[in-house]
């Protein structure tokens, strides 16, 4: 887990001009991060100006959190502060730090609106561990007991990862007269390496890599129909039917007539429409400077001799092949009764930035009636989440006790599970299967009587799923956080006291003091610490900050330096 810090510095060049021929009113995207993008949104009204950042993408308890901004205005050569996060809480992550502040306090006197943001966050992202895990859990052949044999090479994997996702394999191995059944081995003749290690990439993680997909597509879909993968199978279909052209059209009829392909003979999934009016766009563009320009999402005009639109749909969230592919779309303008084709798709990748990216006269779309813009959109995709189909996978697996080979009993009941599962996720587990001299290890068996059902039953959907329900976490976060420190399951860990950490607040600061006293938990203390950062002297007037004097006296320098710290800059950030 790293964290990030970022500036971004954004001037808005005479808003008040823009106010005057713009009744509605726009955001502009500012901020990319690595997985999940952010707008300084810009909500102008006649005297005000309101001001907010927006995520983009997941915003969920299980993807982002803890986030620190703080926006400010430069006028002139004054800071005028707009917004900062003032305590380590849940926000809205729509409207972080909305606020409303009269434009004459943050307009220069050149007319200008200069607005910067600061950003930090923990960046770290439980599908991407999800993934790696799995993965690892492979490569590194933790506790295998299976092997398949594909031309001169030796893949050793795991049964109930192939019983899970192949409807073959798991007859196979239910049987247990048939030779793979009885010796754990699986000779295949009709395929390569390659295509075996695709199938596995897919099945450890919900998706295969845009190399073995370029290089090896047919005959992944041919394993994926011998062996019954159907989502691997549909995930080749998507990938042949974005790339159909003159040279692949009779491979791609081949492949329909021999096996059958539904979604590479005929795509169709969701379709949305979006219809959208620009009012008065020659007075707008006009109130512009002559070097200006302004984007209205994906309305784009620069000023010249000929007045030009550019048009074009953008992708907000995922945009690899492994998310949403094969997006059909048509972009129109509408000019009373006739429809002015813009642009459509073409089965081709394009940049999901700019899909469908068009220059156009903006007196061939305008209505010359009103003078108004009136732009349709039609998209249709294919929804697929690899992510999604891959907890769903493991959960079931989980779930259906398909192939379980050891057990958890805890108070009166038992949980079982896989030892390979639990090996790759926690050294204790590794440790404690990998010697058979240890009775869990030779049992497969293991009683726990620090705990409840509840935790364990958390824990193993951390380990199958890769993250926990908000609903768990509510209800048990402490006694999560104990059972994972206990057999070291560092990420979740780490997930436990990010909840925590949204949720300091007077009643459960003397908790979680005794948590990072008694476990050590760094992400909890730093909250804990700017907690007393806002808090300042109300709450050393507290009787919980009597009890931690009390009770955690290890404690008590880290605060009372975080208190100086705020007392002597009381502006802090």
């Known amino acids: 887990m790293n964290t990030i810090t970022f500036t971004n510095e954004w001037t808005v060049c005479s808003p008040k001009k823009i106010l005057e021929s713009f009744p509605s009113y726009g955001k502009i995207t500012l901020i990319k991060f690595p997985s999940v993008e952010w707008e300084l949104c810009l909500y102008l009204a006649r005297y005000d100006v309101r001001v907010w950042i ?68 923990d960046c770290y992202n439980l599908n991407n561990n999800l993934l790696y895990t799995n993965m690892d859990m492979l490569n590194e052949e933790i506790l295998t ?13 795991h049964k109930c990862i192939w019983a899970k996702n192949s409807k073959v394999f798991h007859k196979m191995f239910e049987q247990s007269g048939m030779t793979e059944a009885q010796n754990g081995e699986v000779i295949l003749t009709d395929t390569t390496p390659e295509c075996v290690r695709a199938m596995l990439e897919f099945f450890y993680t919900g998706m295969v890599s845009d190399d073995k997909m370029k290089s090896h597509v047919d005959g992944i879909f041919a394993v994926a129909h011998k062996y019954q993968v159907e989502m691997l199978k549909c ?77 074009w749909i953008r992708q907000i969230g995922p945009t690899s092949f492994n998310s949403l592919v094969n997006t059909k779309y048509k972009i129109y303008a509408q000019k009373g009764p006739i429809q002015e084709d813009i642009a459509k798709s073409a089965y081709k990748f394009e940049s ?91 049992n497969g068996e293991v009683i726990l009587t620090d705990t409840t059902p509840e935790c364990v039953r958390a824990m193993l959907e951390f380990f199958y799923c890769g993250m926990v329900s908000d609903e768990k976490i509510k209800s048990h976060v402490d006694d999560i956080f104990v059972i994972a420190h206990k057999y070291q399951v560092e990420m979740l860990k780490y997930l436990c006291e990010r909840f925590m950490s949204c949720n300091i607040s007077i009643e459960n600061i003397v908790k979680y003091c005794g948590i990072i006293n008694l476990y050590g938990a760094p992400t909890l203390e730093k909250a804990c610490i700017d907690y007393i950062r806002v808090n300042g002297k109300s709450f050393l007037k507290s009787k919980e900050w009597e009890e931690i004097k009390n009770n955690y006296t290890n404690l008590i320098p880290r605060f009372m330096e975080a208190i100086v710290e705020k007392l002597d800059n009381p502006c802090y950030f």
């Not at 305590?87 to 910067?116: A, M, P, W």
């Not at 594909?150 to 893949?155: A, S």
């Not at 379980?404 to 009941?413: H, I, R, S």
């Not at 079982?416 to 639990?422: E, G, P, R, T």
Request: hydrophobic share 35%; charged share 25%; glycine share 4%.
């Open 145 to 157: 007991d299976f092997v398949i044999k594909v031309g001169d090479e030796v893949i050793k994997t």
């Open 235 to 311: 995930l080749c279909e998507h990938f042949m039917c974005s790339n159909i052209d003159n040279e692949s059209m009779v491979k791609c009829c081949e492949i329909i007539n021999l096996y059958g392909a539904p979604t590479l003979e005929k795509m169709n999934t969701v379709t949305s429409n979006i219809d959208w009016t620009v009012y008065y766009p020659r007075g707008l563009l006009e109130s512009i400077m002559p070097s200006g320009k302004i984007t209205l999402t994906s309305y784009n005009r620069n000023r010249g001799s000929y007045i030009d639109v550019n048009i």
């Open 54 to 121: 927006r995520q983009i993408g997941p915003i969920s308890l299980n993807s982002l959190v803890n986030i620190k901004y703080r926006i400010f205005a430069k006028k002139d050569f004054i800071q005028v502060d707009i917004a900062k996060s003032a305590t380590y809480k849940l926000e809205n992550q729509n409207q972080l730090g909305l606020t409303s502040i009269k434009l004459d306090k943050v307009v220069s006197s050149d007319g200008h609106l200069k607005l910067f943001c600061e950003i930090e966050m």
């Open 352 to 442: 999901q930035e700019r899909l469908g990216f068009t220059t156009s006269s903006l007196d061939k779309l305008i209505n010359i009636d009103d003078e108004n813009l009136y732009i349709c959109c039609k998209v249709e995709i294919d929804c697929y989440n690899s992510n999604d189909n891959l907890q769903n996978t493991y959960a079931n697996m989980l779930n259906d006790e398909i192939f379980t080979d050891c057990a958890f009993k805890v108070d009166d009941e038992v949980i079982k599970a896989h030892k390979c599962i639990l090996a790759k996720n926690s050294k204790v587990f590794h440790k404690m299967f990998e010697q058979n001299g240890m009775t869990e290890a030779k």
